[in-house]
Every structure is written in structure tokens, then in C-alpha cells.
């Protein structure tokens, strides 16, 4: 059965520290990786991963991919309290199926 | 710019109702999707579908029918609802590339 795991499942920290969300997979097959941001509506899209090694950056924002040892991480640096939200990760198996398996996402609060 | 619209934001139903929550996309999108998102569980597909009439189970279907009779337009049906369906329900679509899903804002239901 596929599988994402996301951990930690909540984090709380201060503004202006550095985070590190991290993402497992158990797939069959893969194709891709996706991180999306979720504030209090509907998940926004992040990065797309497909290659192991190469960063994705995105101002504070960056994600990198181990295909070998199948995670994700996501790195906010100098965080901010509108990085509060859920961040998820889901996993594209390449199934023919289309769809994606979603971790649970990780609940980060960033206190002023 | 891509948009995903849902009916409704908030629903309050009462046990044994029946109940639909309808998504519109305007982009011409040829898959759609039904999620529900609960606290620890991450997101959760129910329904998809990739064309019109075209449907296909998630990874939690019961107690749950989907209806797609136009392209724009995918609805989720509660034939009967029970209280462990109060839950957030995300819509989304996606062009071919099963990569990019863009969701809608969410339809929080309680069901009491």
C-alpha cells in the first residue's frame, strides 16, 4: 500500500527560527513529489520534486528530495507568523490513476 | 487564472440527510477530485473523476456517491448523513499532469 508519512505532525516555534518539515515514502512506482501550504482555506501548491539532489527555492522557502532514502524535507528559514499553517506533502505513484497519497500534514505555529 | 469554486463554505445538516456539495472549475480541467480533511489524517480521496460520467472510488468511498454529468462540474452526495462525516471537503482538478491539483476553498461540514 502507498504511503506518506509526514513528521513532525505539530510544531511550535519562534519567529525568525528555521524549521524542517520532513516526508517518507513508501511507493510502487513514483514520478513526483509535491509540497503544498495550507492556511485556512484550500491547500496552495509549493514545490514539485522529481529529481533527487536539486534544491527547489523559494525566498525562505526550499525542498529537496533523497530518492534513495525516499523522503522530502521543506525548509523555512527567518520564519514568520503568516508561515503559520498545515503544510502537506503528497506523493504522485504513477499509477495511471491519477491521484496523489497525501501525508497528514504538519500543524506549524510560529509565535511572535 | 485558474479557479475552483464550491457551493457552499459552511453546511450545518442533521443525521439521515442528504446532502451535496458541488465544485466548479472554469479551466477545462479533465480530472476532478472529492477530499475530506481531518485533524491527523491529512487529506483523503473519496471520489475522482477524469472524464464526464466517468467516475472512479478514492480510498474512502462509503456512504459517499459522486455525479459528473458536465465537465465544469463534479458533485459529492451524502445520501445519508451520519455525524462522522463533519469534516472539511476539498475539491480539485487537474489538466493532464496529475502533478498540479488546484483546490478549491472548502466546504466545512458539520453534521449533527
Known amino acids: 500500500e502507498d504511503k506518506v508519512v509526514q513528521s513532525p505532525l505539530s510544531l511550535v516555534v519562534h519567529e525568525g527560527d528555521t524549521v524542517t518539515l520532513n516526508c517518507s515514502y513508501e511507493?510502487?512506482?513514483?514520478?513526483?513529489l509535491l509540497w503544498y501550504k495550507q492556511e485556512k482555506k484550500a491547500p496552495t501548491f509549493l514545490f514539485m520534486l522529481t529529481s533527487s539532489g536539486i534544491e527547489k527555492k523559494s525566498g525562505r522557502l526550499s525542498s529537496i528530495l533523497d530518492k534513495k532514502e525516499l523522503f522530502s524535507i521543506l525548509n523555512i528559514t527567518a520564519t514568520q507568523t503568516g508561515d503559520s499553517a498545515i503544510y502537506l506533502c503528497?506523493?504522485?505513484?504513477?499509477?495511471?490513476?491519477?491521484?496523489?497519497?497525501f501525508g497528514q500534514g504538519t500543524r506549524l505555529t510560529i509565535n511572535p | 487564472d485558474v479557479k475552483v469554486t464550491q457551493s457552499s463554505r459552511y453546511l450545518v445538516k442533521r443525521t439521515g440527510e442528504k446532502v451535496f456539495l458541488e465544485c466548479v472549475q472554469d479551466m477545462d480541467h479533465e480530472n476532478m477530485f472529492w477530499y475530506r480533511q481531518d485533524p491527523g489524517l491529512g487529506l483523503r480521496l473519496i471520489y475522482f473523476s477524469y472524464d464526464v460520467k466517468m467516475k472512479e472510488k478514492g480510498d474512502i468511498p462509503e456512504g459517499y456517491s459522486v455525479s459528473r454529468e458536465k465537465k465544469e462540474r463534479f458533485s459529492l452526495i451524502l445520501e445519508s448523513a451520519s455525524t462522522n462525516q463533519t469534516s472539511m471537503y476539498l475539491c480539485a482538478s487537474s489538466l493532464r499532469l496529475v502533478e498540479t491539483q488546484y483546490f478549491g476553498p472548502g466546504t466545512r461540514l458539520l453534521v449533527l
Open positions: 511507493v510502487t512506482n513514483f514520478r513526483s
Open positions: 503528497a506523493v504522485d505513484p504513477d499509477q495511471g490513476a491519477q491521484k496523489l497519497v
